[in-house]
């Protein structure tokens, strides 16, 4: 019967998570979810509270969100409920609470691969790339002592701040406008990223990537990130290192098809020689057509 229930909560939250919006007018759809999540209450409080959490997220009930959450984490000692509370609040872009419960439950089950590279996932969403930093040490040490691709980044990332008289603190507070704008929206985000981008002075600059589904117009979404980002206090130079956009899944593959395609393509593209360009040139010379 445990694993029964386990199976059915496990199939309900995969279910949930297909969502793509958080909105209070999905009332319908998810009224089979919240029939589900109340049985699983009696019989396996935990996972129903966890379960009702989900789905006051897909509604966009932040307080409902956090009081069901919260419940599950009181009657649990497992790092399972932190981890679960974690994903519903990475789904409301609530990022630096999202990053606390994933470290908590990372605390809980440090050998755990899955948490450690959810807490990497996140944390470049804080703006604290010092917290990358300490993540990627643990993640190598964890992989016998082999560097992760994102490691030195914090280096990079800290020196083009200075340059501009900049602190991490900064960093954070634009990007925690960014996902205040995504967090008063209805919008899930499918897939995040971001890139250190190389300048001629040898610098750096930060370049977030924010893929949504298709039926989200994604430009909707940039102007309301525009508006956040105009009333916050933030430094005015800040964005010389940052910038950020917001893309439509099938625009996205396409830009990763295309990079994937260059990058493919770069060790066959050939460079015609200078010295056969010159005889070329001395042989035409002259020549009418």
């Known amino acids: 019967m445990f694993w029964k229930k386990q199976t059915d909560f496990t199939q309900l939250w995969s279910e949930l998570s297909l969502f793509t919006r958080r909105d209070v007018t999905q009332g319908i759809k998810l009224a089979k979810y919240k029939k589900a999540a109340g049985s ?14 989900l789905v006051a997220c897909l509604e966009h009930d932040l307080s409902s969100m956090h009081a069901q959450h919260l419940k599950a984490i009181e009657l649990s000692h497992s790092c399972l409920p932190l981890m679960y509370y974690a994903l519903s609040l990475e789904k409301s872009c ?21 948490l450690l590279n959810a807490a990497l996932r996140i944390a470049p969403l804080t703006g604290r790339f010092s917290l990358q930093k300490r993540l990627l040490m643990q993640w190598q040490e964890s992989h ?15 020196d083009s701040l200075a340059k501009h008289g900049l602190l991490e603190k900064d960093l954070k507070l634009v990007i ?40 989200l117009v994604a430009s ?5 990130i525009a508006a956040k980002l105009d009333a916050a206090a933030c430094h005015p130079r800040i964005f010389d290192v940052f ?9 996205y593959e396409l830009y990763d098809y295309m990079d994937r395609e260059l990058g493919e393509s770069a060790d066959t593209i050939r460079v015609p020689d200078p010295e056969q360009i010159k005889l070329i040139e001395e042989l035409v010379a002259g020549v009418e057509v």
């Not at 490691?151 to 990332?157: C, I, K, R, S, V």
């Not at 909707?220 to 309301?224: F, M, T």
């Not at 910038?243 to 625009?251: D, K, L």
């Open 176 to 215: 925690t406008a960014v996902g205040d704008a995504f967090c008063e929206s209805d919008a899930i985000l499918l897939k995040h990223s971001y890139e250190l981008v190389p300048l001629k002075d040898a610098s750096v600059f930060i370049h977030y990537r924010f893929l949504l589904p298709d039926n």
């Open 94 to 114: 609530l990022w630096n609470e999202c990053a606390k419960y994933t470290l908590l439950a990372l605390d809980l089950a440090p050998q755990d691969p899955k």
């Open 220 to 224: 909707y979404y940039e102007d309301l």
């Open 144 to 158: 016998e002592g082999v560097r992760h691709p994102d490691q030195g980044h914090f280096d990079a990332l800290n």
């Open 40 to 53: 699983l209450l009696k019989s396996d409080p935990v996972s129903g509270h966890a379960l009702m959490g």
């Open 243 to 251: 910038s950020f956009s917001v893309e439509n899944e099938t625009m």
